[in-house]
């Protein structure tokens, strides 16, 4: 039997032409005499940067690792650089920040236990604290002055809220899942908004993203999930957005082989509005996204890597709406200096000249071993953007002889004119405009593609067209995935457009998306189907003449009342004064 097809209301081709990542202003590496970590980089007040991370000494064990911090200046030369640790504990700082007062806070671990460190502005030691058992990931100033740390604290997310002199204000945990982590946090109104991820252990190690807001004094406001229960879903980073909501900046698992990297935008309220994933050449099974951060035109860029060690750091930037617009990979193991691994960035800035400045750790062949690099952009030359085109489907179905208007509106973000190039296939229409007619008269498959140019920088929107004897050009529901519950009965219908010919034929199955087990539940254009046991199912409708056919297909979850609970087990055995906790989820 024919597996189960997913139908795509919208598939997009945007192409960019002449539009490449800006150039370099400088680049240095950084050796500061031991094997350097780059963890963190921060815009300061003085147009530098400050950097933390961690020193070791290899084969000498976790006493040998400190916590590195240092002020670069604009120029990307080093003003002074420190260590801080504690004898015979892993020391790491993951996180900086400067205050108000132009001094240093930084959060991460010691030993097993979430750390920060207060440096002056000169970089000496103005006291260290440790706190709850467990690991810090991200620090932020409240505009009340306060300080804010997000981690992780035995399995649960953890945030700690501290004043000047990092004596505690409160502290909470947070979770009840098996493994729960915050990495990542930014001040919002009426609270904050922190993101990380969740691993559930009841079903084998399944993964979701994680964010949740709290209030001033800790306490929840909302907690959601996304992209539940799949490989390797990680959130590393968020970064605020122009709209109030939040970009999410991770990984994502297709399967249990390939990762790639993701980001995913929620509102303020933590609805998810999109999500995209990004296979970057030259299509390494493992892409990873360490951080994001918002640019001055509300697009993003997210930073990481590519490879499980390291093997090509890479840049993506994207439109305010997660379109690609550029990214560049860094082959270091291709150049006579650098090791073939061990290559990462983990920080994206951007300065007050909107140049784009990254931070991260490369590995050299010679004694200095892993050492911390920071470039800078030039200030970017940004290509036309689309406002809107028409049909916003770009992979279309025609009859023979149909007719189909094109419209497209573009703004060039230089202010400069434009310019509109139409062409069907090879061939270039007579007409200039925002607008075009195109008639496709025989079977077979066609291209129109309107390029819109600044007299420098191109880009484009291609769609594609299928004249064809039959296809569905309607159908409901229009969601192809959706959450029902169990006993419910949902209507569905495809609609048929085709030439003069013989009746159209039609067929529905069922499939058991667990079992593969499939049954026959229509041979018309609609079908009404009962779904009365949980799980997941797969509908497919095909609609069929001769060799002609076109199929539609939905995804629907079915839950019961109640679909997950924990203990597993309903019948349990544990010893007198045992405090056990239950939880449902519905």
Same mark, same amino acid.
């Given at each position: 039997?024919?597996?189960?097809?997913?139908?795509?209301?919208?598939?997009?081709?945007?192409?960019?032409?002449?539009?490449?990542?800006?150039?370099?202003?400088?680049?240095?590496?950084?050796?500061?005499?031991?094997?350097?970590?780059?963890?963190?980089?921060?815009?300061?007040?003085?147009?530098?940067?400050?950097?933390?991370?961690?020193?070791?000494?290899?084969?000498?064990?976790?006493?040998?690792?400190?916590?590195?911090?240092?002020?670069?200046?604009?120029?990307?030369?080093?003003?002074?650089?420190?260590?801080?640790?504690?004898?015979?504990?892993?020391?790491?700082?993951?996180?900086?920040?400067?205050?108000?007062?132009?001094?240093?806070?930084?959060?991460?671990?010691?030993?097993?236990?979430?750390?920060?460190?207060?440096?002056?502005?000169?970089?000496?030691?103005?006291?260290?604290?440790?706190?709850?058992?467990? =690991?810090?990931?991200?620090?932020?100033?409240?505009?009340?002055?306060?300080?804010?740390?997000?981690?992780?604290?035995?399995?649960?997310?953890?945030?700690?809220?501290?004043?000047?002199?990092?004596?505690?204000?409160?502290?909470?945990?947070?979770?009840?899942?098996?493994?729960?982590?915050?990495?990542?946090?930014?001040?919002?109104?009426?609270?904050?908004?922190?993101?990380? =991820?969740?691993?559930?252990?009841?079903? +084998?190690?399944?993964?979701?993203?994680?964010?949740?807001?709290?209030?001033?004094?800790?306490?929840?406001?909302?907690?959601?999930?996304?992209?539940?229960?799949?490989?390797?879903?990680?959130?590393?980073?968020?970064?605020?957005?122009?709209?109030?909501?939040?970009?999410?900046?991770?990984?994502?698992?297709?399967?249990?082989?390939?990762?790639?990297?993701?980001?995913?935008?929620?509102?303020?309220?933590?609805?998810?509005?999109?999500?995209?994933?990004?296979?970057?050449?030259? +299509?390494?099974?493992?892409?990873?996204?360490?951080?994001?951060?918002?640019?001055?035109?509300?697009?993003?860029?997210?930073?990481?890597?590519?490879?499980?060690?390291?093997?090509?750091?890479?840049?993506?930037?994207?439109?305010?709406? +997660?379109?690609?617009?550029?990214?560049?990979?860094?082959?270091?193991?291709?150049?006579?200096?650098?090791?073939?691994?061990?290559?990462?960035?983990?920080?994206?800035?951007?300065?007050?000249?909107?140049?784009?400045?990254?931070?991260?750790?490369?590995?050299?062949?010679?004694?200095?071993?892993?050492?911390?690099?920071?470039?800078?952009?030039?200030?970017?030359?940004?290509?036309?953007?689309?406002?809107? $085109?028409?049909?916003?489907?770009?992979?279309?179905?025609?009859?023979?002889?149909?007719?189909?208007?094109?419209?497209?509106?573009?703004?060039?973000?230089?202010?400069?004119?434009?310019?509109?190039? $139409?062409?069907?296939?090879?061939?270039?229409?007579?007409?200039?405009?925002?607008?075009?007619?195109?008639?496709?008269?025989?079977?077979?498959?066609?291209?129109?593609?309107?390029?819109?140019?600044?007299?420098?920088?191109?880009?484009?929107?291609? $769609?594609?067209?299928?004249?064809?004897?039959?296809?569905?050009?309607?159908?409901?529901?229009?969601?192809?995935?959706?959450?029902?519950?169990?006993?419910?009965?949902?209507?569905?219908?495809?609609?048929?457009?085709?030439?003069?010919?013989?009746?159209?034929?039609?067929?529905?199955?069922?499939?058991?998306?667990?079992?593969?087990?499939?049954?026959?539940?229509?041979?018309?254009?609609?079908?009404?189907?009962?779904?009365?046991?949980?799980?997941?199912?797969?509908?497919?409708?095909?609609?069929?003449?001769?060799?002609?056919?076109?199929?539609?297909?939905?995804?629907?979850?079915?839950?019961?009342?109640?679909?997950?609970? $924990?203990?597993?087990?309903?019948?349990?055995?544990?010893?007198?004064?045992?405090?056990?906790?239950?939880?449902?989820?519905?």
């Amino acid at each position: 039997m024919r597996k189960l097809l997913l139908v795509s209301s919208c598939i997009l081709t945007l192409q960019v032409q002449g539009f490449a990542q800006p150039g370099i202003a400088w680049m240095e590496v950084y050796d500061f005499r031991r094997n350097d970590v780059l963890h963190d980089l921060y815009y300061t007040s003085d147009n530098g940067y400050a950097i933390c991370g961690a020193s070791f000494d290899p084969g000498q064990g976790d006493a040998s690792y400190d916590a590195l911090v240092a002020r670069i200046d604009e120029e990307g030369r080093v003003v002074w650089s420190n260590h801080f640790g504690v004898d015979d504990a892993l020391d790491r700082m993951r996180s900086i920040i400067e205050t108000d007062s132009g001094t240093f806070i930084m959060a991460g671990h010691s030993g097993g236990s979430v750390a920060v460190i207060h440096v002056d502005g000169d970089g000496e030691l103005v006291w260290m604290n440790t706190y709850a058992n467990g =690991r810090g990931y991200a620090i932020i100033e409240l505009k009340s002055g306060e300080y804010v740390i997000a981690g992780h604290s035995g399995n649960q997310g953890y945030l700690l809220c501290i004043d000047f002199d990092g004596d505690v204000i409160w502290e909470h945990t947070y979770g009840n899942f098996h493994n729960q982590g915050l990495y990542g946090l930014r001040e919002t109104e009426g609270g904050i908004v922190a993101a990380g =991820r969740i691993i559930n252990r009841l079903g +084998g190690y399944l993964y979701s993203i994680w964010a949740l807001k709290v209030d001033f004094n800790g306490d929840v406001i909302w907690s959601r999930r996304y992209l539940e229960n799949a490989h390797s879903k990680l959130c590393y980073s968020i970064a605020s957005s122009e709209d109030g909501g939040f970009v999410l900046g991770g990984q994502t698992g297709l399967d249990g082989n390939t990762i790639d990297a993701l980001l995913l935008k929620i509102s303020d309220i933590g609805a998810q509005q999109w999500a995209y994933h990004y296979d970057l050449p030259p +299509g390494f099974r493992r892409e990873s996204g360490t951080c994001v951060t918002r640019l001055g035109d509300g697009g993003f860029c997210l930073v990481g890597y590519q490879g499980i060690f390291g093997n090509q750091p890479f840049v993506l930037r994207v439109s305010s709406n +997660g379109i690609e617009r550029w990214n560049a990979l860094y082959d270091f193991g291709a150049m006579e200096r650098f090791a073939p691994s061990g290559h990462t960035f983990g920080a994206v800035v951007q300065d007050d000249d909107d140049d784009i400045v990254i931070g991260g750790t490369v590995t050299c062949l010679d004694s200095t071993g892993m050492n911390v690099i920071i470039f800078k952009y030039h200030r970017e030359m940004l290509e036309p953007f689309f406002l809107y $085109w028409h049909p916003q489907d770009t992979l279309l179905s025609v009859l023979p002889g149909d007719s189909i208007r094109f419209v497209v509106r573009a703004e060039d973000q230089q202010g400069d004119a434009l310019s509109y190039l $139409w062409v069907a296939d090879e061939d270039t229409l007579p007409d200039d405009d925002t607008t075009v007619t195109v008639r496709f008269p025989d079977l077979g498959e066609y291209r129109v593609r309107c390029c819109v140019s600044d007299g420098e920088f191109t880009a484009a929107v291609t $769609w594609h067209i299928f004249a064809v004897e039959l296809f569905i050009s309607d159908f409901s529901p229009d969601s192809l995935e959706f959450t029902v519950r169990r006993g419910t009965r949902v209507p569905f219908y495809v609609e048929v457009r085709a030439v003069a010919g013989g009746p159209v034929g039609y067929l529905w199955t069922l499939e058991d998306l667990l079992t593969g087990r499939e049954s026959i539940v229509g041979e018309a254009d609609s079908a009404e189907v009962l779904f009365d046991r949980p799980g997941d199912w797969g509908l497919e409708a095909v609609a069929y003449r001769d060799d002609a056919s076109d199929a539609a297909g939905w995804v629907v979850h079915v839950r019961s009342a109640v679909w997950a609970w $924990w203990p597993r087990g309903l019948r349990l055995r544990v010893p007198v004064d045992t405090t056990v906790c239950f939880g449902v989820e519905p």
